[in-house]
């Protein structure tokens, strides 16, 4: 294309701050503004077990079948926003972007570990059709170049589509990806990094790990584009010592 068609594009189709859909002047993909107060993760209070920061840490209270989870945003404010543009506003040129910042969350985190593979967890048919396109897996291809790791795709299956799980309860999310993902041939990798587009209760990413332990692989992590903050557990009500001594005393 010559320099007037280009020109012709950029006044009918300006690019836009994939956040705000402010009109940049460049090719960036955020205005300064949302660059400023994107939801960055604080990987120094991070606990890679679990994906969520050290002060809403379920470790105790839920176990994994993977090993490692990393992502490269909270799923709020702007990054929210943006990754949702590209996700349901079909705005398929900001893969790369999300895709290089989902290596450099796996980078920080996992340091210089070493993968045999990398895998994506499939969508249904039905979400493909709503989405027009392989949203988790555009990006997943992108990051297994930008890592330098072998893309095995098609052997993580999933079967026929049931609730969507966003409209679900803790429990429900449980119940709804269970049995839901199945492979179809054994895998001898020692190591695999496991990518899912957004990271909520890990239920999805676990019963995945599951699958691909039972078919041969040895140890699983998990990437994200985004991660879904828990809030923190309101404390226990304080008891007054009074009142306890007071209730054993009435008990005798
Ligand atoms: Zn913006
Ligand atoms: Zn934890």
């Known amino acids: 294309m010559n320099r007037a068609g280009k020109y012709l594009i950029e006044c009918l189709y300006p ?3 994939a956040a705000c859909g402010e009109i940049l002047g460049d090719e960036s993909v955020l205005c300064e503004y949302c660059k400023s107060c994107i939801n960055q993760i604080d990987y120094k209070n991070w606990c890679s077990k679990c994906g ?7 470790c105790n209270s839920r176990e994994f079948r993977f090993l490692g989870v990393t992502a490269a945003y909270i799923n709020e404010g702007a990054a929210k926003k943006a990754y949702y543009s590209y996700k349901f506003g079909r705005r398929k040129e900001l893969g790369p972007f999300f895709a290089e910042k989902t290596a450099n969350a796996v980078r920080t985190v996992f340091g210089n570990m070493e993968f045999d593979a990398l895998m994506c967890v499939p969508n249904t048919k039905r979400s493909l059709l709503r989405r027009g396109f392989d949203h988790g897996n555009s990006i997943a291809l992108l990051l297994s170049k930008k890592l330098d790791l072998p893309y095995v795709r098609g052997v993580l299956r999933v079967r026929a589509f049931r609730k ?3 409209k679900s309860e803790f429990v429900k999310r449980l119940e709804n990806v269970r ?4 492979t179809v041939k054994s895998l001898n990798l020692n190591r695999v990094l496991l990518f899912d587009d ?4 890990g239920s999805t990413l676990d019963e995945c790990a599951k699958e691909l332990m039972f078919a041969g692989v040895r140890e699983v992590y998990c990437a994200s584009v985004l991660s879904v903050r828990l809030r923190k557990r309101p404390a226990e009500p304080a008891v007054k010592v009074d009142s306890v001594i007071q209730d054993k005393t009435q008990e005798i």
Do not use: A, E, L, M
């Open 15 to 17: 690019n836009k701050c």
């Open 198 to 201: 957004i990271f909520t209760t």
């Open 164 to 166: 969507p799980q966003h």
């Open 179 to 182: 049995g839901k993902y199945y």
């Open 52 to 58: 969520q920061s050290k002060d809403v840490c379920r």
